[in-house]
């Protein structure tokens, strides 16, 4: 037992020691003894760097120890249009409050605000990111943490912007918090496994608000996808989890809400899908759980492609939707039942809440639609009511197994 105290000593007394040993550099904007360059060479691993508010342009810097830099009234480190702000590479570094900008654009090389590669346990908590190309791109790292930023890019014709946030070939990433708009991309993830995604906004981004390649066993919830040219692409990817998230106002020719491109074993439960183009498109979606979502005022609220199977697509609402169903051929999925269908015209003799018939959600006219596009023309003719209502009669061509044998008579609570 004494020996065991001794050593627990031991440990405190050089971790204390190490403490004692640490020090602050301050940095002054305007002041050539006290620049950023020269506290990065003098300071050691467990060091602080404070930077003074003001405007530093000192050219492309890099940091490779492991320091904390503090930033008072978010000092502003410019790229100047010319060149990466920021090259990050070494573990247990934090980095807060301090402003990235006007970083340098480029056709060939990923040029950010912020680099950070080959670290781990990295923090970015509340910085700010304006006017650049890349705001954060990350590379074969682990543990790195993006917490409380602002990333905006100005949308100014014939000037190229990348993706606010970048990961690639990374893991356990943690992504909390953040705003993101203007970009490319508000968030891209390729290769980058085990990672949480949570309560970030993603917000009129030109191409996706969120984009997944080749990346599982991630989980995604509580975020807000408004307004960008697609919501959300999970592309290539295994095991997926999407909770809770919000995706609205994705409108255009190939807009969706949410893309779910080959990819397998995943779940989206408690999502709110609200005036998009489609609110869910899937194309070699396989034994996906689509559960608890409500579909709200959609063109097409969920087109699955044949290429998909063993889908389980129970206990959502389906409100205010052109289309509540659409697919391409003989589309197999796992159940069908417990959704809330405002198109739902049957009865409830027995009064348990759940239809008495059937429902066939995908309709005569969706099917000639997905065949020839430009039949939407026909929309809310009466030859296509009564087709309609012909094929629910003595369904012949729609397909067989895409049935609700309980739809709900109330809409589905959905949990939060």
């Given amino acids: 037992m004494?020996?065991?105290?001794?050593?627990?000593?031991?440990?405190?007394l050089l971790f204390t020691a190490s403490i004692l040993e640490a020090k602050t550099i301050i940095v002054e904007p305007n002041n050539k003894e006290k620049t950023l360059k020269i506290a990065f060479e003098k300071a050691e691993n467990g060091?602080?760097?404070?930077?003074?508010?003001?405007?530093?342009?000192?050219?492309?810097?890099?940091?490779?120890?492991?320091?904390?830099l503090i930033g008072e009234d978010f000092p502003e480190i410019d790229g100047e249009g010319k060149h990466e702000n920021l090259l990050v590479e070494h573990d247990n570094v934090t980095i807060i409050g301090v402003l990235f900008s006007n970083s340098g654009r480029s056709n060939?090389?990923?040029?950010?605000?912020?680099?950070?590669?080959?670290?781990?346990?990295?923090?970015?908590?509340n910085c700010r990111f304006k006017?650049?190309?890349?705001?954060?791109?990350?590379?074969?790292?682990?543990?790195?943490?993006?917490?409380?930023?602002?990333?905006?890019?100005?949308?100014?014709?014939?000037?190229?912007?990348?993706?606010?946030?970048?990961?690639?070939?990374?893991?356990?990433?943690?992504?909390?918090?953040?705003?993101?708009e203007g970009h490319r991309d508000g968030i891209y993830l390729e290769f980058v496994m085990k990672s949480h995604i949570e309560n970030n906004q993603s917000i009129d981004n030109s191409r996706y608000g969120m984009h997944f390649m080749f990346s599982h066993d991630n989980i995604f919830k509580k975020n807000l996808f408004k307004e960008n040219g697609a919501g959300v692409a999970v592309m290539y990817s295994k095991r997926v989890?999407?909770?809770?998230?919000?995706?609205?106002?994705?409108?255009?020719?190939?807009?969706?809400?949410?893309?779910?491109?080959e990819i397998d074993d995943s779940k989206v439960i408690g999502n709110s899908f609200t005036e998009n183009t489609t609110g869910i498109y899937g194309d070699g979606a396989n034994r996906v759980d689509i559960e608890n979502n409500e579909f709200l005022?959609?063109?097409?609220?969920?087109?699955?492609?044949?290429s998909s199977a063993d889908a389980e697509i129970i206990k959502n609402n389906f409100?205010?939707?052109?289309?509540?169903?659409?697919?391409?051929?003989?589309?197999?999925?796992?159940?069908?039942?417990?959704?809330?269908?405002?198109?739902?015209e049957g009865y409830d003799l027995d009064r348990n809440s759940v239809g008495d018939i059937?429902?066939?959600?995908?309709?005569?006219?969706?099917?000639?639609?997905?065949?020839?596009?430009g039949a939407l023309m026909l929309f809310r003719s009466f030859f296509v009511k009564l087709m309609d209502k012909a094929e629910s009669v003595f369904p012949s061509l729609t397909p067989e197994n895409i049935l609700d044998n309980e739809p709900k008579i109330k809409r589905n609570k959905i949990i939060a």
């Fill in 241 to 261: 989890t999407m909770l809770n998230n919000v995706f609205t106002g994705s409108w255009g020719n190939a807009a969706y809400g949410l893309l779910l491109k």
């Fill in 358 to 373: 059937p429902y066939r959600p995908i309709t005569f006219y969706s099917l000639i639609i997905e065949r020839n596009p």
């Fill in 131 to 180: 006017n650049n190309f890349f705001g954060i791109h990350t590379m074969n790292s682990s543990y790195v943490s993006y917490i409380d930023n602002q990333i905006h890019a100005e949308k100014i014709k014939g000037k190229q912007s990348a993706n606010g946030i970048h990961i690639w070939k990374s893991e356990h990433m943690t992504v909390l918090n953040n705003v993101i």
């Fill in 319 to 344: 409100i205010g939707n052109t289309f509540d169903m659409a697919t391409n051929g003989n589309l197999k999925v796992k159940s069908l039942d417990g959704n809330y269908w405002d198109k739902y």
């Fill in 108 to 125: 060939f090389n990923d040029i950010a605000a912020l680099k950070i590669q080959n670290s781990k346990n990295v923090l970015i908590k």
């Fill in 2 to 12: 004494e020996r065991i105290f001794q050593f627990k000593l031991i440990l405190f």
């Fill in 297 to 306: 005022r959609n063109g097409w609220a969920l087109k699955m492609n044949a």
């Fill in 47 to 68: 060091d602080t760097v404070r930077i003074r508010a003001g405007h530093y342009k000192e050219g492309p810097l890099f940091l490779k120890k492991g320091i904390t």
